[in-house]
């Protein structure tokens, strides 16, 4: 089972994915959380490009082959070798942000982003994909506040854009899963975490009666 986890920045999806995982240790499902970018070792130095706020000559094109490469390596090293193994795959973001982010809130070609999150996922798509869903300002007040928390030096790149920029991810995100309701789960982002965790792990209950170890 493959399942991703969406959303905008400050939106609660890595703190879900983090309890998810909990939760199916707990039940005795044999599972593994990751991330994009940066789920690999060297994908760690390629989130490090990305994010960092002092890289204002990325292109959005040059933005979009870093985050395919990071993708590539990742479901080479991490997600299909887990995969295989019949374990439980928890992704703290996936090809579906690239599509977000860098199709609708950058204007590149989604053609091309189609083409390039094909061949770098290995044509393999998530299961389920839960699309934590919450206005722009509250996602960024709250990210603002988890950066004072962890005593990070200011924001990183995308936290700096714009506030059309956020609100073309948030529209393009509730797009796809519109496209794509029988793989997407819209949760409302504004709840607790705990209610959330609730939400999440009740739409997975079904396919844990499925399983076969």
Same mark, same amino acid.
């Given at each position: 089972?493959?399942?991703?986890?969406?959303?905008?920045?400050?939106?609660?999806?890595?703190?879900?994915?983090?309890?998810?995982?909990?939760?199916?240790?707990?039940?005795?499902?044999?599972?593994?959380?990751?991330?994009?970018?940066?789920?690999?070792?060297?994908?760690?130095?390629?989130?490090?490009?990305?994010?960092?706020?002092?890289?204002?000559?990325?292109?959005?094109?040059?933005?979009?082959?870093?985050?395919?490469?990071?993708?590539?390596?990742?479901?080479?090293?991490?997600?299909?070798?887990?995969?295989?193994?019949?374990?439980?795959?928890?992704?703290?973001?996936?090809?579906?942000?690239?599509?977000?982010?860098? *199709? %609708?809130?950058?204007?590149?070609? /989604? #053609?091309?982003? =189609?083409?390039?999150?094909?061949?770098?996922? !290995? +044509?393999?798509?998530?299961?389920?994909?839960?699309?934590?869903?919450?206005?722009?300002?509250?996602?960024?007040?709250?990210?603002?506040?988890?950066?004072?928390?962890?005593?990070?030096?200011?924001?990183?790149?995308?936290?700096?854009?714009?506030?059309?920029?956020?609100?073309?991810?948030?529209? *393009? %995100?509730?797009?796809?899963?519109? /496209? #794509?309701?029988? =793989?997407?789960?819209?949760?409302?982002?504004? !709840? +607790?975490?705990?209610?959330?965790?609730?939400?999440?792990?009740?739409?997975?209950?079904?396919?844990?009666?499925?399983?076969?170890?």
């Amino acid at each position: 089972m493959f399942i991703t986890l969406e959303g905008i920045e400050g939106c609660g999806k890595s703190t879900q994915a983090r309890r998810l995982v909990d939760r199916l240790e707990g039940a005795g499902v044999s599972s593994i959380l990751t991330l994009e970018p940066g789920g690999t070792p060297i994908g760690k130095e390629i989130r490090r490009i990305l994010l960092d706020s002092k890289n204002k000559d990325l292109s959005p094109l040059s933005e979009l082959f870093l985050y395919e490469a990071d993708r590539a390596l990742h479901m080479e090293m991490v997600i299909k070798p887990a995969l295989v193994k019949k374990k439980w795959v928890v992704c703290d973001r996936f090809f579906d942000a690239t599509t977000a982010y860098q *199709g %609708y809130a950058r204007g590149q070609d /989604n #053609e091309l982003i =189609r083409l390039l999150n094909e061949k770098a996922s !290995l +044509g393999i798509r998530p299961d389920i994909t839960f699309l934590i869903d919450c206005p722009v300002e509250v996602g960024l007040e709250r990210a603002l506040k988890r950066n004072e928390i962890m005593e990070q030096e200011g924001q990183d790149r995308f936290e700096r854009e714009e506030m059309n920029f956020h609100t073309a991810v948030r529209e *393009g %995100y509730l797009s796809i899963a519109k /496209n #794509e309701p029988a =793989r997407f789960m819209v949760v409302d982002g504004t !709840l +607790g975490e705990d209610e959330l965790e609730e939400r999440i792990f009740e739409h997975i209950r079904p396919s844990l009666s499925k399983r076969s170890d």
